[in-house]
DNA sequence: CGCCAGGGGAGCT
DNA sequence: AGCTCCCCTGGC
């Protein structure tokens, strides 16, 4: 188990800012050592259940990876083991970043950005799989949270390999590309995917034959990496930034949905500051849709 | 039942 | 850049 005190990092808010789909509240019996964990699965949408002493635990999956982390303020327990945590969960949940000197910038006599970022201050840009993200965002476009968890949760479970963790704890990690390119456009409709299904399927076609290489997309700067991404069916501007900033990394990318298109309707009409924020507006952008989706406006 | 919205995209002008 | 159509699912 690897203990670490961490501010401006807070697993909920990551939970719920919709870069990821496959990271849920779990709950988990705390014990002052942390040398054993017994964790209840509870399932999908369960209520609201205090964990004792203030500790929320969460279950993430990350493309064929798994990992269990409690926090309780900005005390946080990754339940994995140092070299694995340094190695992959400190990049993936981008602890070496500095989001303070991002919320510092901020225009001071901007309120509703600072009120944006200070509602979602804990959130991290993750490092995501570039495959997974790049399915992940097909299926999310005209597509609720709610629902893409599940369509994901289900390609994963129908199509993903089954694993366990030397705890016990079983998941399923994200299907290979391979495995989609060898589907009907029609079979991912059992996986309510709907008429997003073949947008996966050619999507999976086109990677597992090496007409596209996302390893080389992955060395790319954003707006080549943007362009390339751009090519594949089904996935247009909005998804193309998606993917660039939640798996690239390109904190430039600010992907704009109906919730952020309505924000900078109301706040930006003059447009939003883009050039004030250079280089990290993706980060920005991600606070004002936390705050748009959680602030109940 | 109809209607509409859900973190859009393709195809055309 | 703007427009039309696309045409899945869930909620009201």
């Not at 990821?20 to 054993?36: K, L, N, S, V």
Request: with cysteine.
């Amino acid at each position: 188990m690897v203990v670490l005190q961490t501010d401006y990092f807070d697993l909920g808010q990551i939970c719920r800012s919709g870069q990821c789909f496959r990271m849920r509240r779990i709950e988990g019996e705390h014990e002052g050592t942390g040398a054993e964990k017994i964790c209840l699965d509870v399932g999908a949408g369960h209520g609201d259940s205090k964990t004792s002493l203030g500790w929320e635990t969460y279950e993430i999956i990350a493309d064929q990876k798994y990992l269990r982390a409690s926090q309780r303020g900005r005390e946080c327990r990754f339940f994995c083991c140092q070299e694995e945590f340094e190695d992959f969960w400190k990049v993936y949940f981008d602890l070496e970043n500095d989001y303070k000197a991002y919320i510092d910038q901020i225009n001071p006599r901007d309120a509703y950005l600072l009120a944006a970022a200070d509602s979602g201050s804990g959130i991290r840009i993750l490092r995501q799989d570039l495959w997974e993200m790049v399915v992940s965002f097909l299926i999310s476009q005209q597509n609720n949270i709610v629902r893409i968890r599940r369509c994901i949760g289900n390609i994963c479970e129908r199509y993903g390999e089954r694993k366990e963790t030397p705890e016990g704890w079983e998941y399923y990690g994200f299907p290979k590309a391979e495995t989609l390119a060898g589907l009907d456009e029609v079979a991912l409709m059992e996986c309510n995917l709907g008429y997003r299904g073949k947008y996966v399927v050619r999507t999976a076609r086109s990677v597992a034959s090496g007409e596209t290489d996302l390893e080389q997309i992955r060395k790319l700067p954003y707006r080549k990496a943007k362009e390339e991404l751009l090519k594949l069916f089904g996935v247009g501007e909005k998804v193309a930034d998606c993917i660039c900033l939640f798996a690239l990394h390109d904190l430039e990318a600010f992907p704009v949905d109906t919730h952020i298109n309505q924000a900078l309707e109301a706040h930006y009409k003059r447009g939003f500051p883009k050039r004030r924020y250079r280089g990290f507006q993706g980060v920005l952008q991600q606070y004002i849709f936390y705050y748009e989706l959680h602030s109940g406006s």
